[in-house]
């Protein structure tokens, strides 16, 4: 085995790994919901819920819950693991196949940023005692909408990648 073949399958276990880590608090926050009249995350799921339903969520005992442990530490957490493992597949997979195209590595980190910046606004808005306009729903959903574009693309761009790596690797051990 080639020392980029040993790097390659770190890769793709890394990034399972973070799609596993990602599952698992999938999981942990559904059970932690699961007696409360809300549906499991779904500020950061859906874009089905206004300003009322969020103040309710704020006036609940859930809330605690979702900004500690969810928000903050499991939800960053996963959020590094997945931005980090695609990002860096993504950069050391396209660097072989054409350095023009590494720059798509940094979707990942639009992924990263949009995700905190979504958690951190959601956790703000989620204090009991903070008066926030109707308006930051737009905000936060605006946030939300940029985390799943961003995903959904470093997911495809990871993927691409590491199938244009397969392609020209038998490839350049022939010259």
Known sequence: M??????????????????????????????????????????????RYDADKLRSLAASSMRRTYIFPLLFPLDLIVMLALAGSMGVAIQYWLAHASPAWTWLALIPLIYLISDLAE??????????ANAWPDAMIGVLKTLTAVKLISI???????????????????YARMN
């Open 2 to 47: 080639v020392r980029g073949d040993g790097i390659s399958i770190g890769l793709v276990l890394a990034v399972i790994a973070a799609f596993g880590l990602f599952w698992l608090v999938g999981s942990y926050a559904e059970t932690r919901f699961a007696g409360s009249s809300f549906k499991s995350r779904f500020p950061e799921k859906t874009f």
């Open 119 to 128: 958690d951190c606004l959601l956790a703000w808005m989620l204090q009991p």
């Open 152 to 170: 959904l693309l470093s997911v495809v761009v990871t993927a691409g990648a590491l199938v244009l790596w397969l392609y020209r690797v038998p």
